[in-house]
C-alpha cells in the first residue's frame, strides 16, 4: 500500500492547533519541525545532550508533514485543512503553504527512519526505533519502538508527559486500559511498571497491528490484551486506570465513562490536550466526580490527571 505525504509550511502561532486539526481530519502520523529548535542547537532532557540537526529543520517557520494511506486521501483534503487551519479563532495566518508526494510502500519505513531516533522520554524510559542499537545504563528503562503508521512515539509531549505519569503513579497489580493506543508506547510503559492485566483498544486497525507488533518487540505480547474499539463504548471490566492519550474533544466524549469504569480511587490520564481546551476538560471531570490531582503543561499541550473518589 503507497501513501501520500502533505507538507505545510505555517507561522508559529498556528503550530499549537496543527496536530489536531489534522489528526481530526485522520492522518496517520505527523512530523512537526520547527526553526526555533534550531536556536538552541543543543537540547538537554532528562540529563542527555542532543545535537540538532540543521538538514532537519527549516530555516524559518515550521514546516508539517503528515501522511495518509492511498485509500484514506482524498483531494479535498487540502481544501479541508486549509479551511481549518483559516478558521481558526484569534489566531492570525500569516503564512500557509501545502504540496503534496507520493511514498512508496518500500519508502516508508526509510521516511520514518529519517525522524525517529533513540532519545530519553522520562527519567526511566528510554526509547529506541526497532532499528537502532542502543546500549543502555543500568536504570533505564528501554522502549524498542517502531511506530508505522500509528501515532505515539515518546518525543511529542502529549506522549512524553503521559509517560511521565504512567512511570509516577502506575504500580504493580493496577489494571490498565489504554484508549487510542497507537504504537502502545504506554502499555508498554505501564506493563514495565508491574501494571496487570492491560487492555489497548483503537479504533484504528492498523494501529492495533502496529501495537501488536510493538508488543512483540517488547517481549510483552502475552501480557496485554488488544482489540479494536470506541472508546470506551462496551467496556465493562472495573480498571484502576484508565489512559487517554487522544484529542481533546474525544477525551471529553469518555470522561462520564471512565468515572464509571474505574474502581475506587482509579485513575483517569487524559493527554492530546490543548491549552485551550483544558478549563472544558477538567470542569467536566469535576462534574463527573473526579478530583484533579495533577496537571502537567509543555509546549502548548496539557496532560490531566484525575482521581476517581
Known sequence: MDYKEITLMINHEVEPFIAEILNELGANGVVIEDSL???????????EIYELNPADYPEKDVRVKCYYSEYDYKDELLSDIEEAVKSLQD??????????ADIKDEDWENE???HFHAFKAS????????WEDYQPESDEEVIH????????????ATTSM???LVEEYVKPGMSVIDVGTGSGILSIAAHRMGAAPIRAVDLDKVAVRVAEENFAINHCAEAI??????LLVGETEKRDVVIANILAHIVDLMVDDAFYLLNDKGLFIASGIIDEKEQMITDHMLEAGFTIKTITREKGWVAILAEKV
Open 225 to 230: 490484551e488488544t482489540d479494536t474499539g470506541n
Open 37 to 47: 529548535e534550531l536556536q538552541k542547537g543543543r537540547i538537554e532532557t532528562f540529563g
Open 145 to 156: 519502538l517502531d511506530p508505522g503508521m500509528a501515532f505515539g512515539t515518546g518525543d511529542h
Open 112 to 114: 520514518w527512519k529519517n
Open 123 to 130: 527519567e526511566r524510559f528510554t526509547v529506541v526505533p526497532s
Open 162 to 164: 503521559c509517560l511521565r
Open 91 to 100: 489566531v492570525e495566518v500569516t503564512r500557509f503553504e501545502i504540496e503534496t
